[in-house]
């Protein structure tokens, strides 16, 4: 727990913060809207302040409600990990600008993002399905993925009647989707 | 590297030539047994006591508990009386549920043929008890379940599968091989249009894949220009 | 930007709604959908003289199931595009349907070569986001263990690197070397390759007699044999030859790139999450970070190599400074941590694995992020490898030494 | 008929067979017996006038019957071999050591399907492995093998051999073109472009040796070679036999040189679409053009079929059993049955525990190796092809061997090394080769 970094964020980036400054353990967490992700995440790259220039994660959540891309930066100005939180995407729609031009090597995981969630990373040059086929339609880490309706969805459904047994519609009750305050 | 060109190369071939004649780590196995640790949880056994007895008092939680779900049991009881076998793993999904349940001693409902038709189950009790349960016979009571229902419900199938203790896997292998054996109804057509109304995005991606096809001969006249993703 | 012309359109053997009448064409790599990005786009149209070769997904030199379509012109690798998910079985997914103690043991075949590493960062998320204590003793088993199993992936990783080279002879030796290290491990864990040893809040099972014999009959030996082996690479001019200067990448490259471990390390940058950011008892630890500058496949080679020396000396020292006491903590079985976020980062044998973890409250991770080195070691490889020849694409791809298990997840 | 049918049926395997075989063999053998007592003064006096003719039949076949035997062996070797640097076992379960494996794999060969592709040159895709067979397998005609032991000695036998073996490339890149497949595309072509380039410095060393020797007969140069081993070439010629050897390794596709079928990088090159017996061709054809670098590095280089160095007690053996009449045929009843109870006597009378059956059985397995080791001393001293052939296989086979450690050893070169070297290096040391022994010649040797 490093209270100078947290003290150094709420004065660089206060007015920006959508969240307080959470730390715990050897974890430091700042939360933003999408709006504000690239100047954030240039500013902590590039200000001598901050440094951090090793990208160490890029993840998608979906909280149940909202999508987030949460970034993990580790820099030499503190013995933290950083993480920044993107948050409040809308579900049908995440847009976050994207990162490869600071760090190149954030393309594959923004790609494995967008094949897992959805989430649209504007900026990323090759931005298609890494893991899933070309013509996979749903985003399989998302909350309300359910599993059998896209297999139903595929080309090859309806050859073996056994295959037919769920009906899309009604597969996923909203109130059984899990959801998260996290 | 060494400023005698070659060299590197020469040990290396006096290397070989020394492990050519040094003691092999191969064994043997069939003849010579691997030295397996004493904690290794790579074989699968069931344990027994000092009086010879199974240790194993088929509580499942190993079963409930296996990440993977591939412990599956089977056996007979303890008074000798019943074949107790819980059948292939259908459906992964509801897999623990099901322990819970069979261990609470009631049946199992399986949702993954909820959706099927329900049958009379009298027709198909009684060519079971004809036929006495025999799953060699398999061909036979399939004819006959037909012979009974005009065509083999799944319902019967799940029944058939229950009583004779074959798979459900099995049996569909065995009703499928004949060509006289027959899912659906001769006069239906209702179940093809239920599929189609199922999967209505089918025709969707039909149709894109076409156009997609199509457009690719057509020497990418008019194709839309690649930045969108997907 | 217009759509490529030529062989797209043909029908693709995976789609099964179409009959192959058509017989040529049947193989080509292009796939038979108009092209979803730019990059796509330009990848898939050739130039004068250019073709398409499939590398994968079976071939004996991809380490698992991967495809990469080179585009060549004669034997020069122009571009490539990787082709992943042949063995994509959705383990984040899996890991939030199962519970905390369940999540582990998705984790082991991820990295199959050394399994520890990618168990011990999510135990140590879990533990952080359940604020527990884990016995120094267990530490020390912990660090123990995995250095034991990094030994074992280097090891393995040379004689891959020679392998790919077409030197059939390493791989063996160095196969033996890891087969008594993967033994005395399965003394220890009860498994040679997914040993799911590492327990939430310590470890599962003591030290044992059969273990540190085993240990201590292999370390008398272990520095020796290691450098004889060696002794049969490092000074061929053969490999030598066709190692140095191949794939160089530079340090502010490498850190663009997200890279990591000992392919970072060959760039000059010493960065290593044990000193890095410290993590269980290696702060108590001491050993050296071997770098190199040159930053080419004989350089990722010999950081290899100089680590396994590094660490021997912390079992050593691991052996030495063992302290007494319980290897786990005490828990709940039923684990419900409250809700939080944790990350948890370590240094492999490959770079640096990790894993990110949300809980909701529930006795199962509401989500579960594993990060893995490999993946972003293979996506270098797109950089290092044009304007070489095939057959390095195949020592670059070697050298960075990527597991697909772990890239495909 | 159905009495037949029935009997027919109750036959077991082997009695359909020669149920089947006997009367074929008798009518042809009436038929052969009917052939020669009408034409047979005519053919032998054809035959006796074109002698050249039947040596010629005699030696292909021969030739053609041993390359398979020989592939069984290297291949065997190959196997055990690396096993043995790997610290493997390698094969142990079929014959003695396993070295029946190798003949299995013939079989599995032989016995699957005759498979060929989609797309494929069919014709061309047949031939490949063919043409590859018979141009190694030629090669093998103008080896000698020991004194009077050789297919064909041409005058210009090593230009035969040069052009022969360069009409192996033909059929790896036929194979490669064929196939349909860029791997073997790739392969076809690097075997074109890497034994190209290497038949220039193979045949550039060894012309040093041609001035040398004198003439391009392998078997006058075997001779040349012929008393102590000072007199081998390898001494006069050291840079020439490295070169070759060099150049030799590469000719025939071997560690490192392999780059045709490198199997990390192209899966199989040229042989990746083939299987079965087509492939058993190329298989076959690998380890045969192994035996016939080697023997050639041998001839040229190692004296050939000479032994390092005189046998210092020359013995002119005349022995002519037949003089002995009768005797000859009590001496073979009786030599083994003596030979045994003489050898078997020590074991019976050193220890009372060793049971007669046994003590008559080590005599009988000590007779054995005696006779064997007589007959064959004997046949050593006495007859000198004996001798020649087996100084020859003898020297062929310690090459073969290094041949195959290289391969346990080294890793492959890459294709642009591959052609640098050859061109940069190989090619200019050899013309420095040449020219350094033109220039001793003539300086020694003046006109």
Avoid at chain 3, 108 to 136: G, H, I, Q, T
Wanted: with cysteine; charged share 20%; glycine share 8%.
């Amino acid at each position: 727990m490093d209270p100078a970094l947290r003290r150094r964020i709420e004065r660089r980036f206060g007015e920006r913060l959508s969240g307080p400054v959470r730390q715990r353990h050897d974890e430091t967490e700042l939360r933003i809207g999408a709006g504000d992700a690239g100047e954030v995440i240039r500013a902590l790259h590039d200000e001598p302040e901050f440094g951090f220039a090793f990208l160490a994660d890029l993840a998608g959540v979906d909280t149940g409600t909202t999508m987030q891309v949460v970034y993990h930066f580790w820099g030499a100005s503190t013995p933290d990990w950083l993480r920044l939180v993107v948050d409040g995407l809308p579900r049908d729609d995440p847009r976050v600008p994207s990162v490869t031009a600071l760090w190149k090597g954030a393309e594959w995981m923004e790609r494995e993002a967008y094949d897992m969630f959805g989430i649209i990373f504007e900026g990323n040059r090759d931005l298609r399905r890494i893991y899933m086929p070309a013509d996979y339609r749903s985003f399989p880490l998302r909350k309300d993925f359910y599993l059998a309706d896209d297999a139903a969805r595929s080309p090859g459904a309806g050859i073996r009647h056994m295959e037919q047994t769920h009906a899309p519609r009604n597969a996923t009750p909203a109130a059984t989707v899990r959801r998260t305050r996290a | 590297m060494t400023f005698i060109p070659g060299l590197g190369i020469v040990k290396g071939m006096g290397l070989t030539l020394r492990r050519f004649f040094e003691p092999k780590a191969t064994i043997k196995y069939p003849e010579v047994k691997p030295d397996i640790p004493h904690k290794f949880r790579g074989r699968l056994q069931l344990l027994y006591d000092e009086y010879g007895a199974l240790k194993c008092e088929t509580c499942f939680q190993c079963a409930q508990a296996c990440p993977i779900e591939c412990i599956d049991m089977g056996g007979i009881d303890t008074k000798g009386r019943f074949h107790v076998h819980w059948g292939a793993p259908e459906t992964y999904g509801e897999r623990r549920e099901e322990s819970a349940l069979r261990r609470s001693g009631r049946t199992v409902p399986d949702p993954a043929y909820a959706h099927f038709e329900g049958i009379d189950p009298d027709p198909v009790d009684g060519i079971l008890e004809e036929y006495d349960f025999d799953p060699k016979q398999m061909l036979q009571i399939l004819e006959a379940t037909q012979a009974a229902y005009g065509h083999l419900p799944v319902a019967a199938l799940k029944r058939i599968s229950h009583a004779t203790g074959a798979w459900y896997a099995m049996i569909y292998g065995t009703a499928s091989y004949y060509s006289h054996l027959r899912f659906e109804r001769p006069e239906d057509g209702i179940q093809a249009a239920a599929v189609a109304d199922h999967r209505p995005t089918e025709a969707t991606f039909l149709t894109s894949l076409d156009t997609a096809l199509a457009g690719g001969r057509r020497a990418g006249a008019g194709q839309p220009s690649g930045t969108k993703p997907n | 930007m217009t759509a490529p012309t030529g062989t797209r359109g043909r029908a693709s053997s995976d789609d099964p709604r179409v009959m192959l009448d058509e017989q040529i064409g049947v193989f080509e790599p292009i796939p038979p959908y108009p092209p979803r990005t730019e990059r796509e786009a330009e990848f898939y149209t050739l130039r004068d003289g250019e073709m398409f070769i499939n590398i994968g997904p079976q071939h004996p030199s991809t380490h698992g199931v991967l495809r990469i379509v080179l585009k060549i012109d004669g034997e020069n690798v122009v571009d490539l595009d990787p082709v992943l998910g042949y063995l994509h079985r959705g383990v984040e997914k899996l890991c939030e349907n199962a519970d905390y103690h369940q999540a582990i043991c998705y984790l082991d075949p991820l990295e199959y070569v050394s399994s520890l590493f990618c168990e011990w960062p999510a135990v140590m998320a879990f533990e952080k986001l359940l604020d527990v204590e884990v016995p120094r003793r267990a530490e020390y088993i912990r660090v123990l263990s995995s250095e034991l199993n990094r030994v074992a992936s280097h090891a393995l990783f040379m004689g891959w690197m020679a392998l790919d080279l077409g030197g059939l002879t390493p791989i063996l030796w160095s196969f033996i070397e890891r087969d008594e290290i993967v033994e005395m491990l399965a003394a220890l864990t009860g498994q040679r390759m997914l040993f799911n040893y590492f327990r939430i809040g310590g470890v599962n099972g003591d030290l044992n007699h059969e273990f540190l014999s085993r240990l201590g009959d292999w370390m008398g030996r272990a520095t020796a044999q290691i450098e004889s082996n060696t002794a049969l690479l490092n000074e061929n001019e053969i490999f030598v030859r066709r190692m140095r200067g191949l794939g160089t990448m530079d340090s502010e490259t490498a850190l663009r790139m997200c890279m990591s471990g000992p392919n970072l390390r060959a760039t000059g940058v010493p960065f290593d999450l044990r000193r890095a950011h410290p993590y269980s008892v290696f702060p108590e630890l001491e050993f050296d970070i071997p770098t190199r500058t040159e930053g080419d496949c004989l350089a990722r080679y010999l950081v290899r190599l100089d680590e396994i020396k590094q660490s021997l000396r912390i079992i050593d020292q691991c052996l030495n400074e063992m302290p007494d006491g319980p290897v786990m903590a005490k828990l709940p079985r039923l684990l419900r941590p409250r809700p939080g976020r944790a990350y948890a980062g370590i240094e492999g044998p490959r770079g640096q694995y990790a894993a990110y973890v949300v809980s909701d409250g529930t006795d199962q991770p509401f989500r579960m992020r594993i990060h893995d080195p490999s993946y972003l070691h293979l996506q270098s490889v797109g950089l290092l490898m044009p304007g070489h020849l095939i057959a390095d694409a195949m020592a670059v791809m070697a050298s960075l030494d990527p597991i697909m298990g772990g890239v495909d997840k | 008929m159905t009495a037949m049918a029935r009997t027919w049926g109750r036959l077991t395997l082997a009695g359909k067979v020669i149920f089947t075989v006997l009367p074929i063999l008798a009518v042809l053998t009436a038929g052969l017996i009917v052939v020669i007592v009408l034409f047979g003064g005519g053919i032998l006096d054809f035959l006796a006038t074109n002698l050249w003719l039947v040596r010629f039949v005699v030696a292909a076949t021969a030739v053609l019957l041993m390359s398979v035997p020989t592939a069984f062996l290297i291949i065997y070797m190959e196997m055990k071999v690396i096993a043995l640097m790997n610290l493997r076992i390698g094969p142990d379960r079929v014959g003695p050591f396993g070295s029946l494996l190798s003949v299995v794999h013939g079989l599995k060969v032989l016995m699957k399907e005759d498979f060929s592709p989609t797309g494929v040159d069919r014709i061309v895709f047949t031939l490949a492995p063919i043409v590859v067979f018979m141009s190694t397998v030629m090669a093998l005609l103008v080896i000698p093998f020991a004194p009077g032991l050789f297919g064909q000695d041409f005058n210009i036998g090593l230009l035969y051999f040069f052009a022969i073996g360069g009409m192996t490339v033909v059929g790896l890149l036929m194979a490669g073109w064929s196939s349909f497949n860029k791997y073997s595309l790739l392969g076809g072509l690097r075997s074109a472009a890497q034994v190209i380039s290497y038949e220039i410095p193979l045949t550039l060393s060894v012309v040093g040796l041609l001035l040398l020797a004198g003439t391009m007969s392998l078997n006058q140069i075997s001779l040349n070679q012929a008393g102590w081993f000072s007199d081998w070439y390898v001494f006069k010629q050291p840079l020439g036999a490295l070169i070759f050897f060099i150049a030799a390794t590469a000719e025939a596709n071997r560690t490192p040189f392999d780059l045709t079928e490198a199997d990390s990088e192209i899966v199989a090159g040229f042989a990746t679409e083939y299987s079965g017996m087509r492939f058993g061709f190329f298989f076959f054809a690998e380890y045969v053009n192994v035996f016939v670098i080697s023997a050639l590095i041998v001839t040229l280089f190692f004296g050939g079929w000479n032994a390092p160095f005189p046998w210092p007690w020359p013995v002119a053996l005349n022995l002519d059993p037949g003089s002995l009449g009768i005797g000859l045929l009590i001496l073979v009843a009786i030599v083994p049955v003596i030979g045994t109870l003489i050898l078997a006597a020590p074991f019976w009378l050193a220890s009372s525990r060793v049971k007669g059956w046994q003590a008559l059985v080590m005599g009988f397995i000590l007779f054995n190796l005696v006779a064997v080791t007589a007959i064959f001393g004997i046949a050593y001293v006495g007859l000198d092809w004996v001798a020649g052939l087996l100084w020859f296989l003898g020297k062929t086979y310690v090459f073969v061997f290094t041949f195959v450690w290289m391969r346990g050893t080294l890793p492959r070169v890459r294709i642009d090394q591959l052609m640098g070297f050859a061109w940069k290096w190989l090619l200019p040391a050899s013309l420095l080769n040449l020219f350094v022994t033109a220039a001793a010649i003539a300086i020694v040797n003046p006109r």
